[in-house]
């Protein structure tokens, strides 16, 4: 559930005006900022902008584990002579961040450092984990950075009214549904009391870490993401193969795309696939039309977790470009199903200019008409393909 903040807002959590216990704070390894840090009865102090947590000792270290996910989430460790009075009290809460740089997000880092990770941490938590977070609501608290790996920004734009139907926003919504209460981590938050404090009975900074392939959390993650957006089984699925190549408008683009299309024509059905102007729910239900979907290492391919089962990905990496997170990409994309890549080794249909970008990490690409028209025969002898096929290849 989506909480717009106003009176209901200020009613919902000015419900308890002392919190009067100890508190404690631990981290494990994470994903992202680094460490995924657990805390009990901690303060946010609306002043400073930092949690607080009461020590024993004014001099009392913070976990060492956590120090990348304290300097995106500032925490202090004090010894409190008294106890704050809470302006409001949250029972659990998780604080993480998502891409939103240079005022816009990023389809593959929403999924990889932040959707997978916070996802992963609701739903497999320890037995005592979810016995304890089930006898209350859990409260969504995504936040962004000033810049990379930096302290959280107070004042972003990022859920503000003119980005209410943007992607990122609308994917966090899906992410919550009515299970979670989505309440974002800006100025709105503090602003009700300025001089006051929040009081987490529990605290959750950062997001775990997630070891790819893991062909149990991504296909869960997928199937529930797909419940949110209003997709239920059984689903519609393919009659017959088909490829989709997806359309990249400003980098790492496939510049011979319709050649490619018009090549493999006679055998397969093949067009190219615009994610431009699709809401996230669209993106999210188009991919379940092909059987093969193909693109060049990019944001768009990571629709490619959304397709249908034994539904095939293919990612192509520019000439020499060394420096991309293909890896990352592969990972997860073979955590659903069947996947393919196909490496540019021929230096003529590269299209980058090697003095201003040395890894060739932004490269266009003239793909190897002979080369792709094979690779799309490999995609279309395993998974679903296998056995929608009506002929030999």
């Not at 990122?168 to 709105?188: C, K, M, T, W, Y």
């Not at 062909?215 to 009659?239: A, K």
């Not at 490619?260 to 996230?280: C, H, K, M, Y």
């Not at 090697?354 to 990490?361: A, H, I, K, Q």
């Amino acid at each position: 559930m989506f909480i717009a903040f106003g009176p209901y807002l200020l009613y919902l959590f000015l419900q308890c005006p002392t919190f009067a216990a100890k508190t404690s704070l631990e981290c494990t390894r994470g994903h992202y900022p680094g460490a995924f840090c657990h805390g009990r009865n901690v303060y946010l102090n609306h002043t400073s902008k930092t949690f607080v947590v009461d020590a024993e000792n004014d001099d009392e270290e913070l976990p060492r584990e956590g120090d990348t996910t304290f300097r995106v989430f500032p925490v202090e460790t004090r010894r409190l002579d008294a106890i704050p009075s809470c302006d409001r009290v949250v029972e659990e809460a998780y604080f993480y961040t998502f891409y939103y740089y240079y005022g816009h997000s990023n389809y593959y880092h929403l999924h990889y450092d932040t959707l997978l990770p916070v996802y992963f941490a609701l739903k497999h938590g320890t037995p005592e984990e979810r016995s304890d977070s089930g006898q209350h609501r859990i409260t969504l608290m995504p936040s962004v950075e000033t810049s990379r790996l930096n302290v959280m920004d107070w004042n972003t734009d990022a859920f503000s009214e003119k980005h209410q139907n943007k992607y990122f926003v609308l994917i966090h919504q899906s992410l919550a549904g009515n299970e979670f209460d989505l309440v974002p981590a800006d100025s709105r938050f503090i602003e009700i009391n300025p001089s006051g404090f929040t009081c987490f009975r529990k605290i959750h900074f950062g997001a775990p870490r997630i070891r790819y392939p893991d062909e149990d959390t991504v296909p869960n993650f997928v199937e529930f993401i797909r419940n949110r957006v209003g997709l239920t089984r059984p689903y519609v699925s393919p009659t017959s193969p088909k490829v989709g190549i997806i359309k990249r408008s400003n980098r790492r683009r496939i510049l011979n795309e319709e050649e490619l299309i018009a090549t493999i024509q006679p055998f397969v059905e093949a067009e190219l696939v615009n994610f431009d102007g699709r809401t996230f729910a669209e993106q999210v239900s188009m991919m379940l039309e092909y059987t093969v979907l193909v693109g060049v290492n990019g944001a768009g391919l990571m629709n490619g977790i959304y397709l249908g089962e034994g539904a095939v990905t293919i990612q192509l990496v520019p000439f020499n470009a060394t420096q991309l997170n293909v890896r990352e990409f592969g990972n997860i994309l073979k955590s659903r199903g069947p996947y393919l890549e196909w490496w540019n080794k021929h230096e003529e249909l590269n299209r980058g200019n090697l003095e201003r970008d040395p890894y060739n990490s932004q490269a266009d690409t003239e793909v190897h008409v002979d080369e792709f028209t094979q690779l799309i025969r490999d995609a279309l002898k395993i998974g679903i393909n296998r056995k929608l096929r009506k002929e030999e290849l």
